[in-house]
């Protein structure tokens, strides 16, 4: 991964260097390079904060990456770039019974939905409550330390690995990681159990276990007891012969790359999406609802920061580490990827 001084390089090289309507379109520009400024300095103030209230300046930081890519985006339309409104609310912001269970709720209109349009993203289900708790491990990063009482479909690593022919059929072969032990504890009495758990990844319809064996299961044990590994195999559109490499690159266009060209994941959908959700509208509602926190209910927030007597503490602090590099990096790539649609 770049490093956060050559990712702020990047960043500040498309002040001039931006293509697509940023560019084209004064009005569009002015906004472009104003929200990047912003953004910049909110990030430096995070950086310089404590838990106590960065949640706050990360998320305006990334409130004004938003308006950085709606406004290169060629996705939006007239006025439509022009972010108004967050687009998500909140509800059940007593922690009381733990941060796992404050939710937060997506719009139908607004900031949110509109940056997702952006991006060409399915946007979040509309009045849909999402816990903390559920959002979390859709975080890759927030994975090295979960936070207590969440309950949601993990993103999972996808590694792919090369063909498998059989008979007049070809295979995808990749790894998954990691995949919930108890997964794997329910699979060894229920045969439909890591069928319920993979339906919900749209990236891996059509998987099978194996291509010989439908019903056997592949486990690779990873060794740190809470998460494992599975193999499993899916449907290639290639006909032989093919190159080497085919198989591998059919299969990374099934996945959502996230942080790099090679960072590829399957993502969950969430609530009646249709595909996996974008790992950006994952992170913007997290920090969000801990923003909201922050603001509005700083006793109940100062309790779940303190590291002495809170469970939950240590996901937090570790979560706002991690966001002060992948928020600006993940706002580069969105920003590149809409300004040469």
């Known amino acids: 991964m770049p490093s956060k001084r ?3 390089r990047e960043l500040r090289g498309l002040r001039t260097g931006v293509a697509g309507p940023a560019r084209a379109t004064a009005e569009r520009r002015a906004v472009f390079v104003a929200a990047l400024e912003q953004a910049q300095q909110f990030t430096e103030a995070a950086e310089s ?4 209230t960065r949640p706050v300046q990360i998320f305006y930081a990334l409130s004004q990456f938003g308006r950085a890519i709606a406004a290169a985006s060629g996705l939006l339309g007239q006025d439509e770039w022009r972010l108004k409104g967050h687009g998500i609310g909140t509800r059940n912001l007593d922690a009381s019974q733990g941060l796992a269970l404050v939710e937060v709720v997506p ?5 949110f939905s509109a940056v997702a349009r952006a991006i060409g993203a399915e946007p979040l289900e509309a009045q849909r409550p999402l816990a903390l708790g559920e959002l979390w491990p859709v975080v890759p990063e927030a994975q090295t330390v979960p936070l207590r009482g969440e309950s949601g479909m993990p993103a999972m690593h996808f590694s792919p690995g090369g063909l498998v022919h ?3 059929e070809l295979w995808c072969r990749l790894s998954l990681y990691p995949v919930p032990r108890e997964v794997r504890v329910k699979a060894e009495s229920d045969r439909k159990a890591v069928d319920a758990f993979l339906a919900s990844y749209p990236s891996l319809k059509g998987w099978s276990h194996t291509p010989d064996v439908p ?3 592949l ?5 740190n007891g809470s998460a494992e590994e599975l193999e499993v195999f899916l449907p290639s559109s290639l006909t032989l012969p093919v190159d080497a490499d085919a198989g591998r690159i059919e299969a990374l266009k099934r996945s959502t790359l996230y942080r790099g060209p090679s960072d590829a994941y399957a993502f ?5 999406m249709t595909g996996p959700v974008h790992p950006l509208l994952a992170w913007w509602a997290i920090l969000f609802g ?6 509005y209910e700083p006793a109940s927030w100062a309790e779940i920061i303190d590291i002495d007597t809170s469970p939950a503490a240590n996901a937090v602090e570790h979560l706002l580490d991690q966001a002060i590099v992948v928020v600006p990096h993940m706002a580069l790539i969105a920003i590149k990827e809409v300004a040469g649609r």
């Open 107 to 111: 719009a139908a209109r607004g900031s």
């Open 290 to 295: 801990l923003s909201i926190l922050a603001r």
């Open 6 to 8: 050559e990712i702020w």
């Open 268 to 272: 969950p959908a969430l609530g009646s």
């Open 49 to 52: 904060a404590g838990p106590a």
């Open 166 to 168: 059989r008979g007049d």
């Open 215 to 217: 019903d056997s299961v």
């Open 219 to 223: 486990w690779h044990d990873r060794g």
